[in-house]
């Protein structure tokens, strides 16, 4: 090859480089379909960092350039023909429905639409700070039947009846549009058990227990139904959620506490053990992400999201009395705690407790949250499990508790649940068991009790009249007795003598 003939290929080879929108119109594209910086590097091989970049000033070159122009102009694409779409939809906008019974997150209408934080589309009203569709039909996370034109209205027939949606489930759990009354799941489930195996009670309970996970999915499904917000079963997860070891554990921090008095007062002393009933059935309720983890740095906690946090815990100074409220942990220095320890730490360090100084956070991963995600469903195993408990039924009993223990310990990296796939939640359920035995310490401590060991999430020894403190019974919000045992001495009587 001549010199001629190199500089000609290389001048056939030369290509101009590929535009891009500004960047404010970067991020605009990429939030109005509701995608994360980590998607997105996901997709074109890069770190979410490098992404964010991209979108405050700096600009890619070469092959992955073209890629993100590619994204950039696919993106505009589809939100153009989204907003076509909507435009050709009637210009009234249909009646809100009424809030999801449960649910306490504030409604407001929006001045101007604005991306919905499930499907992207213009959304009108905002649910707890975010945007959202109001009724699943208007959402494009839920697939509609054909739009089927109506006939001119006859004073003398009914209406034609309204197409309702098509339930489709390619990637997470959909809500649907709500029944008029939902069947008892729990109860036809432990019925044909019994006749399967012919009134055999022991029978009849394994073979219940050995279903608890798809019947909790089926379930969770039922109790969906008309709800605000979909499940997002498998979403993108970070790889601090990812087990560091085929099998060893990712690098959140529960706060599981493991708490044991080093110092009783003098005398004898009777101790009681305290079982805390239901402690993961209590813990549904707890502030849950709806989507996907987004990652941020910085202070400042956003109590409409949550998720997981890479915080400095502040010290703490009441050891001798109390457990430390991120558990027994010997290495100093920052961890990822859930969001209900973040929250605990928090409430410790406000004006009403003033326990210890705030925590500093460095990062997290959040999403938009609701503390009613999965209050339908822990309701209606709550009330089967107080049916059970009021009708000496064993069988409800055993196969309810395993429903919500094996939902909770089955949605991360499990091979027994593939349906949902939410290490996040799994560890926000299981943190919330522990932060609220330690709220129960703290109450028992308040009250004058003597707290004497906290641990797990349902163990809670004390001295004292803990009676005036704490319901006795099998209810949820009940505790009962596990066990009583003697500490101390008795006091020498010639001991006290020989001091007077």
């Known amino acids: 090859m001549t010199d001629f003939d190199a500089i000609d ?46 979108e405050t000033g700096r600009d890619p070159s070469g092959e992955v350039r073209e890629k993100y122009a590619y994204f950039l102009e696919g993106a505009q ?24 019974t449960g649910e306490s997150d504030e409604v407001e209408a929006l001045a101007a639409p604005q991306p919905c ?116 079963a498998h979403p993108w997860i970070p790889d601090i959620l990812r087990k560091q070891t085929a099998r060893g554990a990712d690098r959140i921090w529960e706060a599981r506490p493991k708490w044991a008095r080093t110092e009783l007062p003098p005398g004898l002393h009777e101790v009681t053990a305290l079982d805390i009933n239901g402690a993961y059935l209590s813990a549904l309720k707890t502030h849950l992400p709806i989507g996907q983890l987004e990652h941020s740095t910085g202070f400042d906690h956003d109590r409409r999201r949550a998720g997981v946090h890479l915080i400095t815990p502040p010290v703490w100074d009441h050891e001798a009395e109390l457990p430390n409220p991120i558990g027994n942990r010997d290495e100093p220095g920052p961890l990822w705690v859930t969001e209900p320890t973040l929250r605990l730490l928090l409430r410790l360090s406000g004006p009403k ?66 349906e949902l796939y939410r290490p996040d939640w799994m560890h926000l359920i299981r943190s919330q068991a522990f932060a609220n035995l330690w709220m129960k310490a703290l109450k028992a401590h308040e009250e004058g ?13 004390v001295i004292g009249d803990w009676r005036r403190v704490f319901p006795e019974g099998r209810g949820v919000s009940e505790v009962k007795v596990k066990d009583t045992y003697t500490v101390g001495e008795e006091p020498d009587p010639a001991a006290a003598g020989e001091d007077d």
């Open 9 to 54: 290929a290389l001048l056939a080879g030369a290509r101009q480089e590929v535009p891009l929108p500004p960047v404010d119109v970067r991020r605009a594209l990429r939030e109005g379909l509701n995608l994360s910086r980590a998607q997105v590097a996901q997709a074109l091989g890069v770190s979410p960092s490098t992404v964010g970049g991209w």
């Open 117 to 232: 934080v499930l499907c992207g589309t213009p959304a009108h009203h905002q649910v707890a700070g975010f945007p959202q569709h109001l009724d699943p039909a208007d959402c494009g996370t839920t697939t509609q039947a054909a739009p089927v034109p109506e006939p001119e209205p006859e004073p003398e027939k009914e209406p034609a009846p309204t197409a309702k949606p098509v339930r489709v489930v390619p990637v997470g759990r959909r809500m649907q549009a709500a029944a008029s009354q939902e069947p008892d799941l729990i109860a036809s489930a432990v019925a044909g058990a019994l006749a399967q195996h012919g009134g055999d009670l022991e029978a009849a309970t394994a073979a219940l227990v050995k279903k608890a996970i798809p019947d909790a999915m089926a379930l969770l499904d039922e109790t969906r139904k008309g709800g605000r917000y979909d499940v997002v």
């Open 77 to 100: 694409a589809k939100l153009a023909d989204r907003s076509e779409e909507k435009a050709a939809e009637e210009d009234v906008e249909p009646a809100p429905p009424e809030a999801e």
């Open 353 to 418: 407790y003033g326990l210890c100084d705030p925590p500093e956070i460095h990062e997290s991963f959040t999403s938009g949250a609701t503390e009613g995600l999965l209050e339908k469903f822990r309701v209606a195993l709550k009330e089967a499990r107080d049916r059970a408990i009021a009708e000496d039924d064993d069988v409800t009993l055993e196969y309810v508790k395993a429903m919500y223990s094996k939902f909770v310990s089955t949605m991360g990296e499990s091979n027994y649940n593939r």
């Open 449 to 461: 009790l003597t707290v004497v060991r906290a641990m797990g999430t349902d163990e809670l020894h």
